[in-house]
């Protein structure tokens, strides 16, 4: 058939049959190029058959340089209007001597605000009837009822405290001015995500390190790693409570001391390798 073309269609069918080859040929290249892409990623691609499964760890203590705690104020009143009065002047007056004392805005908000009614059970007397012919009659007591006597309003705040050498001083203040159900200092550090990158990047070069002499050991090589995991043990927040009424009443002679203590971040990774 292709005797029979003459040279013009030669050409084109020639063009058509060269445009369709590279056609072919770029789409492959692709293909292979995205193929390996996927392979040089972590758990990419095909899961090996051979590979070695290594953990490692790594620690680091970190000493918290922020502290929080949070206080409440609660009043009462004949209206809602009267107990919101009280309940503002002395909150307002905690704040300020707390921002005083180096706390800045940012870093005291209100955590919770309630108003609600205040209600008395009242209970009616119970009357005896008059006896007619000798027979007593019935007790009557009529029922009780709910009296509204007033209204309490109760705020919380959460203050953080950064330099925490000043927390003692703040605590005793707040007290001081009347501040209710002190309670939940704990000191923590404020960067952790930092704090824990590091114990992982410890806890990685661990594993590595012992997957080298374990590769080495087995007369293996190390390819690439196929999956990794991480298990993190964080520290616990440490409390300390300390009752409002022993520093509200109580007269205090010097701060109470609290100490913030050293925390320890672990970090537990898992690689596997594949090895050939």
């Known amino acids: 058939m292709y005797q029979y073309l003459n040279d ?38 095909v ?26 104020v609660i009043e009462e009143g004949k209206t809602v209007k009267e107990a919101q009065g009280k309940e503002s002047k002395k909150i307002n007056s905690i704040l300020d001597a707390v921002k005083g004392m180096g706390v800045d805005e940012k870093d005291i908000k209100t955590v919770g605000y309630y108003s609600n009614p205040k209600y008395e059970y009242s209970s009616s007397v119970c009357q005896r009837a008059e006896s007619t012919n000798g027979v007593m009659m019935p007790v009557y007591c009529p029922p009780g009822k709910q009296v509204l006597i007033g209204y309490e309003v109760s705020q919380t705040i959460s203050v953080k405290v950064r330099k925490t050498d000043t927390a003692g001083d703040i605590l005793t ?44 050991s087995l007369g293996v090589k190390l390819v690439r790693i196929v999956s990794f995991n991480e298990n993190g043990n964080y520290p616990v927040p440490m ?38």
């Open 47 to 72: 899961y090996p058959a051979n590979t070695i499964t290594i953990s490692g760890k790594g620690s680091v203590f970190a000493i918290p340089d922020t502290g929080s705690f949070s206080f409440s």
């Open 239 to 276: 409390y300390y409570g300390l009752e409002a009424k022993s520093i509200a009443t109580d007269v205090v002679s010097t701060s109470p001391q609290v100490p913030v203590g050293e925390n320890e971040i672990v970090s537990n990774v898992t690689i596997t390798y594949e090895v050939k």
């Open 173 to 216: 203040k707040v007290g001081s001015l009347g501040a209710q159900n002190i309670s939940g200092l704990n000191f923590v550090t404020d960067d952790m995500d930092a704090v824990q990158a590091d114990a992982r990047d410890k806890a990685i070069t661990d594993a590595k390190a012992k997957a080298k002499i374990l590769a080495k």
């Open 8 to 45: 013009v269609q030669k050409s084109r069918l020639f063009k058509g049959v060269f445009a369709v080859v590279i056609t072919l040929a770029v789409f492959l290249g692709f293909k292979a190029l995205n193929t390996i892409k996927e392979f040089s990623y972590i758990g990419g691609g």
